[in-house]
Structures are given as structure tokens and as C-alpha cells.
């Protein structure tokens, strides 16, 4: 109902299965609860077309349900500035941790040495990925 998925993360997510619904908060559908309950993890990183209702409405709910999340507000919109504002602090008030992309990628990524670092750092346009290449080449011949 919501418009067709991204084509470049469709492209990403193939193998993810698309939930179709119609429910503001997309914690109100069992199919999504149904599918995040079956993955047995705790930690949710979300975000939202709008951050004041897309992301505030189920990153709430899951606190609520006990689930530690992680809202990524910079990849969230909202249609005036100040909506956007009295989204993030409704989450924070109901202790929804908001980060940015970037946060949540070099989080996930945890070492600079790793293999993966400079992929991470060019794919999320970070100024320093060819820094942080050279960084892993020298450790990696240790």
C-alpha cells in the first residue's frame, strides 16, 4: 500500500521477504511482529519515511515490548523541521536510542582493521575510507 520498495535495496534485500500493509504503525501488524519475534533477537535498528510517525509509532511500541532499538534518524524524514524534532524527542522520552547511518554502521563494523572497513567507509561515503584502507593493510600484515 505504502508504494513500491527501493530499487536499490530491493536489490540488497532479494532474498528478504516484503511485508505488504496498511497499518500506520507497522507494529500493529502481526505479520511484522511475527517476523521480527522469529528472528529471537532483542537489538532493532529502524527507521521510517517520517520520523515523527513511521519510526516513532513501532520504535515505541518495541521498547514498550521490550526490545532495545536503535532509531536512524538521519535515514528518516520528516515534511517540516519541527515535526521531525517532536519525533525524536517523543522516542528519546520513551527510551528509543537515536543514532545516524553512520553510527550504526562503524558500530557494526567494531574494528578499522577488519576486512570489510573500507567497504563499509567508501559505501557510506566516509571521508576517510582511504585512510582507514591503509590502516588495514598495515595491520594485516602484522
Request: glycine content about 10%; some cysteine.
Amino acid at each position: 500500500m505504502w508504494g513500491p520498495i527501493i530499487p536499490e535495496l530491493g536489490g540488497l534485500l532479494q532474498d528478504v521477504p516484503i511485508i505488504e500493509r496498511t497499518t500506520v504503525n507497522a507494529w500493529d501488524d502481526h505479520k511484522v511482529c511475527e517476523a521480527i519475534e522469529k528472528t529471537g533477537r532483542k537489538k532493532l535498528i529502524m527507521t521510517g519515511i517520517t520520523t515523527d510517525v513511521c519510526l516513532a509509532f513501532p520504535a515505541i511500541t518495541a521498547v514498550g515490548k521490550g526490545y532495545d532499538v536503535y532509531a536512524v534518524i538521519d535515514a528518516s524524514g520528516a515534511f517540516i523541521v519541527k515535526q521531525g524534532e517532536l519525533g525524536v524527542m517523543r522516542m528519546v522520552q520513551a527510551g528509543v536510542k537515536v543514532v545516524g547511518y553512520s553510527n550504526v554502521a562503524v558500530e557494526i563494523l567494531k574494528d578499522n582493521a577488519s576486512p570489510l572497513a573500507f567497504d563499509v567507509y567508501s559505501g557510506i561515503d566516509m571521508p576517510f575510507a582511504n585512510l582507514v584502507y591503509g590502516l588495514n593493510q598495515y595491520f594485516s600484515k602484522k
